[in-house]
């Protein structure tokens, strides 16, 4: 840029006087770029049904989060800080026994658990609130008996006025040191890795409404089975046994509709991810945004979710036939799942206040296709939140 | 089978593409207001959000979403 | 992110302030606050009521008395010396004894005799200024802050609107224009240049990401008077409205800065206004009472 010609700089200078302040875009001020939020939750798993052997009290977890978000050299970076505590207890499925007419009879672990659990995660953002811009991420993740730490960096960038492309890798490295392990005869000592890498693509379709289309490929390696779980094999009742390698893709479709005129907004996602355990998914979720009017929100949401068996997954194996692989784990079994959450919002200044709740329900006759094997301890949960955010704008 | 499923994906991707790219005349940047607005944000409570996925992640097969994937848990 | 409007009328224009925030309560706050700044000037600069500081100034006159000013009157005047300086001693802020003279709702024009009386009331070099004292020695003077503080207010309601938490927003007094912010999504506003003698008519469209575009013209208050055009920007050096544009658009970092660029160019007239803006280097658009239009700033093709 030109040095300003004498009378500007004249000018500029009787100016300086009266508007002290740098007229530059008000970006600049970091103050006004710091949002912080704090979230308090508590989940709820309903207390099993049908045959259970074992205090059928289920999951319960208390969770709190705090996220800061501000911008450093005059909002040239970006940077977010997350951090997450949790006290995990309650009772959880060990292993599926066959009754005398070959039923499953869940058997819940026998002493409840009492754990927590610290996370930690940064953010890193190059040139933020702009369309090209690169994060990197690490974080780390503690509790007793499992620690991790992990990796990541992505791009986006725009490739037209109406398009932009977004790209990225992540790398996780866990380890897992099981409690209890010499008097359960468990592994003293494991480590998985997880390599990722994702693709998408996001439209502006109108002045209303955008578009993303992305896919993800994730890649396990390691020790992927849960050393706390049984399986009964047979006669015997034997440690279960999970592939060391586990790769899934999944594809990602998201749509935001806004219909401004009544302050409102329609989220619809829709996702199928397939891996290489015969494990193939759907979730669908949709969400309504909507404004009432000075400062508050509600925000319904409908969720569904399915999932097929994997092929290594059942109750038990009452004649087996020599299975390298064997899993009860109702994770990996044939379910699908529907939840419905309402959230409610209040934006007081510069906080904004908030609630939520949320009932989750599974069933085997949920799934797209309900059929194959029993999955026995399937959650039904509820859970609520609070919330307090502060330097909206 | 996963060859198949990256196929199908990726023609479903560049299908999504040609009919953005067929959409009706580029939005100018004053007609963009409705689309800044904090309920057209692809994730516009990330604290709940993060919470929700994990909670999901936690007690289903295979759950997540697009993006870097942090650590993950001991959850049972 | 909602873009939200607050019109108001003040400095004897209709004003809007636009705020693009995720809550209305902040926009509400902001726009308040800012509304009350602006209309805290309008009171303390403003020539047309008789109970101000002002006033008790303008009555000073001729008295011998000195008034002491506060610190942002003070820069007022500071600014306004300046500019008397850049114009070659057209702008002057004494010079209300003419404006008044010329007072277009009349329709005629005033006898030399008048134009003469009022003259000896005016100038700014016979103020006698030593911040923070001001003593205006003849009767009859008076101080019009008009070129300079509808602009200063712009200004003033924009940074306002940052201290409470705005970042996106533009402040519209009248059409001079000072910017809070960008757009959220970073693009920057579209302001309209009117036609002068069409307001309806967009004549020229500019983009402001930052900074300020200060418009001065005559489009609003003409006289014509047996085929001849006076506007109401009077020359101080002889009595006479000034034969210049009919509007100049500056853009500068503050829209304080754009007026005061805009109104010297006017008060120098077709040419020298023209070499003065030149040589200033911001992006400029005058259109001449003929409607051809000069200036960096492109116009939008017929």
């Known amino acids: 840029m030109l040095r300003p010609s004498a009378s500007l700089a004249a000018l500029l200078s009787a100016a300086a006087a009266l508007l002290p302040a740098t007229p530059a875009n008000a970006a600049d001020s970091d103050e006004a770029n710091t949002h912080a939020s704090y979230r308090f939750s508590e989940y709820d798993e309903g207390a099993l049904h049908g045959s259970v052997v074992g205090d059928p009290r289920r999951y319960r977890v208390l969770s709190q989060q705090l996220d800061v978000d501000t911008k450093l050299d005059g909002g040239a970076w970006g940077l977010k800080l997350d951090a997450t505590h949790e006290v995990m207890s309650g009772s959880s499925p060990w292993f599926v026994a066959p009754d005398a007419q070959l039923r499953p009879v869940q058997v819940l672990s026998g002493a409840t658990i009492r754990d927590h659990r610290s996370a930690l995660s940064v953010a890193l953002t190059q040139n933020p609130g702009t369309s090209a811009n690169t994060t990197y991420t690490a974080s780390y993740s ?228 309900g059929g194959g094997a029993a999955v026995p301890a399937l959650v039904d949960s509820t859970r609520v939140w609070a919330g307090l955010d502060f330097g909206i704008d | 089978m996963r060859p198949d499923l990256l196929l199908r994906l990726t023609c479903a991707l560049a299908c999504g593409a040609a009919l953005a790219a067929c959409a009706t005349k580029p939005v100018q940047p004053w007609e963009r207001a409705h689309l800044a607005r904090w309920d057209m944000r692809w994730d516009p409570d990330s604290a709940q959000t993060a919470m929700k996925q994990h909670a999901y992640f936690s007690k289903e097969g295979s759950s997540g979403t697009i993006g870097a994937a942090g650590g993950g848990c001991g959850c049972n | 992110m909602d873009l939200h409007r607050y019109a108001f ?45 002002l006033a008790r100034l303008c009555a000073s006159a001729g008295s011998g008395r000195a008034i002491e000013l506060d610190e942002e009157a003070a820069n007022l005047i500071d600014f306004a010396a300046a500019l008397h300086v850049q114009s070659a001693g057209r ?148 009595g006479r409205p000034v034969d210049s544009f009919a509007s100049v658009s500056v853009l500068a970092a503050s829209c304080l800065v754009a007026g005061a660029a805009s109104t010297v160019a006017m008060l120098l007239g077709l040419e020298q206004g023209a070499a003065y803006l030149r040589e200033l280097g911001l992006p400029w658009l005058a259109v001449d009472a003929d409607g051809r239009t000069r200036g960096t700033i492109e116009v939008a093709a017929k």
Not at chain 1, 205 to 232: C, E, I, M
Not at chain 3, 14 to 42: G, H
Not at chain 3, 115 to 136: F, N
Not at chain 3, 196 to 205: C, D, H, I, L, Q
């Open chain 3, 9 to 53: 009328s003040s400095m004897g224009c209709p004003c809007e302030i636009q705020l693009e925030t995720e809550f209305e309560s902040v926009a509400r706050d902001a726009a308040a606050k800012a509304q009350a700044e602006v209309a805290r000037l309008d009171e303390k600069y403003s020539h047309y009521r008789d109970d101000n500081w």
């Open chain 1, 142 to 369: 503690s509790e007793r008996d499992y620690r991790a730490a992990a990796i990541g960096v992505e791009r986006s960038q725009p490739l037209d006025a109406a398009t932009t492309l977004g790209y990225g890798g992540s790398f996780s490295h866990d380890v897992i040191e099981p409690t209890d392990a010499a008097l359960y005869n468990r592994i003293t000592h494991a480590t998985k890795n997880t390599a990722s890498t994702f693709a998408s693509l996001a439209w502006v379709l109108d002045r209303d409404s955008v578009l993303q289309a992305g896919v993800q490929v994730n890649l396990g390696h390691g020790y992927l089975t849960d050393p706390y779980k049984l399986f009964t094999y047979g006669a015997d009742i034997l440690a279960e046994r999970r592939p060391d390698r586990r790769v899934e893709a999944a594809g990602l479709v998201r749509y935001r509709r806004s219909y401004a005129q009544i302050d409102a907004a329609l989220h619809l996602d829709y996702r199928y991810a397939q891996d290489s355990w015969g494990l193939t998914s759907h979730t669908i979720e949709a969400s309504w945004y909507q404004g009432l009017g000075h400062g508050w929100r509600l925000v319904p949401t409908l969720r569904w979710y399915s999932q097929s068996a994997a092929r290594f997954y059942a109750p038990f194996l009452a004649a087996p036939a020599g299975q390298r692989y064997y899993s009860s784990d109702y994770r990996l079994g044939t379910y699908g799942a529907f939840s419905t959450s309402i959230n409610i919002r209040k934006a007081i200044g510069r906080w904004e206040v908030s609630l939520g709740a949320e009932r989750y329900h599974s069933a085997k006759g949920l799934a797209l296709d």
């Open chain 3, 91 to 238: 702008f002057d802020i004494t010079a209300g004894a003419l404006t008044r003279l010329w007072d277009l709702q009349s329709g005629r024009v005033p006898t030399q005799a008048r134009i003469d009386e009022a003259t000896a009331r005016t100038g700014w070099h016979r103020v006698e200024w030593q911040r923070p004292r001001l003593r205006l020695p003849i009767a009859g003077m008076r101080i019009d802050f008009g070129g300079v503080v509808k602009e200063y207010a712009a200004d003033r309601a924009a940074e306002i609107c940052r201290q409470n938490g705005i970042r996106h927003g533009i402040v519209d007094l009248g059409g001079d224009l000072a910017v809070i912010g960008a757009h959220a999504d970073g693009s920057a506003w579209l302001a309209g240049i009117k036609a002068p003698r069409n307001p309806a008519n967009v004549y020229a469209s500019i983009e402001l990401d930052r900074g300020g575009l200060a418009t001065s013209g005559d489009y609003e208050r003409v006289m014509i008077v047996d085929g001849k055009r006076y506007s109401h920007i009077v020359d101080p050096t002889n």
